[in-house]
């Protein structure tokens, strides 16, 4: 009969770069990539997310109200880190969450795409909301209104 050993050394799973990179720019508005890359505090912008969706529900005032505004901020933190994530070093990012792995991540085509695709997607988010920013503000100062003229 062979003994069998119980091992209680916890090995740490490989972390994709590509694919936190992924999660920060899909789901970086939750905090995804925080709880994917094992960081600590990865339920900060998941509150923060919530509390804003939360106040936008309960004051019901629409999109002019500063509530659904301050979603500006998780969702573009979200898409500048896919683009830092996507673009760091596969050797810089191994040291900081493969340490134990004998995997090595690679940079090559899927990490520069993605790259591309957060930086075109943070172009337009931000001239959404900056569009969207002077139009709230122009309707406060009553410059919309047909009467002014």
């Known amino acids: 009969m062979s003994q ?3 091992s209680f050394v916890q090995t740490k799973p490989f972390r994709h770069k590509v694919t936190a990179a992924w999660l920060s720019l899909l789901l970086g508005v939750v905090g995804a990539q925080h709880r994917y890359l094992g960081r600590r505090f990865w339920y900060v912008p998941l509150a923060f997310t919530s509390l804003a969706v939360l106040g936008t529900l309960v004051f019901e ?8 505004n301050l ?3 998780p969702v573009s933190a979200g898409i500048i880190e896919a ?4 673009l760091r070093s ?13 995997q090595h991540n690679q940079h090559g085509w899927p990490s520069v795409l993605t790259a591309v695709v ?8 931000s001239l959404f909301w900056l569009v969207h920013i002077i139009m709230a503000f122009y309707r406060y ?3 919309l209104d047909l009467s002014v003229y």
């Open 83 to 86: 683009v830092i994530l996507a």
């Open 61 to 68: 005032q629409g999109l002019d109200s500063l509530f659904p």
């Open 141 to 143: 100062m009553g410059w």
């Open 4 to 6: 069998q050993t119980l």
């Open 71 to 73: 979603l500006i901020l």
């Open 90 to 102: 596969p050797e810089k990012f191994d040291a900081l969450y493969n340490r134990q792995s004998d």
């Open 118 to 125: 957060a930086a075109v997607a943070f172009a337009n988010i």
